[in-house]
Each structure stands twice: as structure tokens, then as C-alpha cells.
């Protein structure tokens, strides 16, 4: 009797164990944007978008996003930044990546996602951060959607705050914040 009661509580507890690979073995790398506003960490999901997190990630360890702008600031929709410099000069990147828009992650607020142009396979370093639910931008059947990678998980208050930024139209690029929004640092924590 009391072995059946034994081997019972072994079976409940390993019914409770997570049984998806990515629960146990998958970390979630955690990075930390250090503007001149203040701080946005996030978390990243690489069981979920595992090509644009590792192109990120190779990013931020070559230290390419040191010294770049919040771009493209649009209220109630997203900031945008990663690849211009304060003088609105573009830096180089890589090679474009796979979208991995299909990964069932949504551009909710607070959700991190990569830019690119009308090619779905276009991105390479810029990205931005939902401010507001923004489905739309969502894969839907016949649509690439634009992929979502991680989430905010500390500094909302900060995407908001840069969201209101005055802006202007500067060298052909709309809704640049006339103050510029510079990028510190981006780095990776809690290793």
C-alpha cells in the first residue's frame, strides 16, 4: 500500500514537471537598452524566433547599437531605432534574416519585433517596440507579418515617454524626435 501511494506521488509530481524542451533547457537572455532616458530591459524568446534573437543578440555583442537613435517615434503606435546615428547616418549591417513572423507571437504593447522593408525577409538590425496592441502587423494567411522576439519586462515608462517626443521630418525621414533619443548601450545581463 504505501509503495502504490509512493509511486502515485512520484507520477503527480512528474506530471507537474514542465515536459517542453524549451521550459527546461531554453534560457531567456535578458538584455538592457540604456538610452539618455533611462533604461528598457527585455526579455528575449529564442524557442519562439530563434534566427532574428541569435541576429540580435550578434548585435548587441558587437556593440552596434552603441550610439544609435530612436528614429522613428510615432505616438500611440511604436518607437523604432537601431540603425542611424544622431547625424541621420545609417550603419552597416549583415546579411538580411528569415522572417519568423509565423512563431503565433503577437505585436502587443510592450513586445519587441524587427523592422524591415516590404521584402518579408528584409530585416537586419533596426527593430522596434509596440507601444499599443498593433495586430495588424501580425502574420496573417496571404501577409508576412513583422516578427516579434522578446517583451519588455522593466522601462515601459521609458517607451512611453520617448513615444511623446516632439518630431519633424529630418533628411526625408519622417517622425525623427527633434531632441534625439540616443541609444547608450545594449547590453546583454544576467549571465
Known sequence: MRRRILLGLLLLTSLSLPTHA????????????????GDI?????PDKAP??????????EAGHYNGTIFHRVIPDFMIQGGGLLPDMSEKPTGTPIQNESRNRLHNTRGTIAMARMNDPDSATAQF???????LQLDWTPGREGYTVFGEVVAGMSIVDYIATSPTAEVEGHANV?????IIRSIERVGL
Open 41 to 45: 530591459t527585455l526579455r528575449l524568446l
Open 51 to 60: 534566427i532574428t534573437v541569435a541576429n540580435f543578440l550578434d548585435y548587441v
Open 177 to 181: 524626435p527633434v531632441e534625439p533619443v
Open 128 to 134: 522596434f517596440i509596440n507601444q499599443r496592441d498593433n
Open 22 to 37: 524549451s521550459e527546461t533547457s531554453q534560457p531567456y537572455p535578458l538584455v538592457v537598452i540604456r538610452t539618455d532616458e
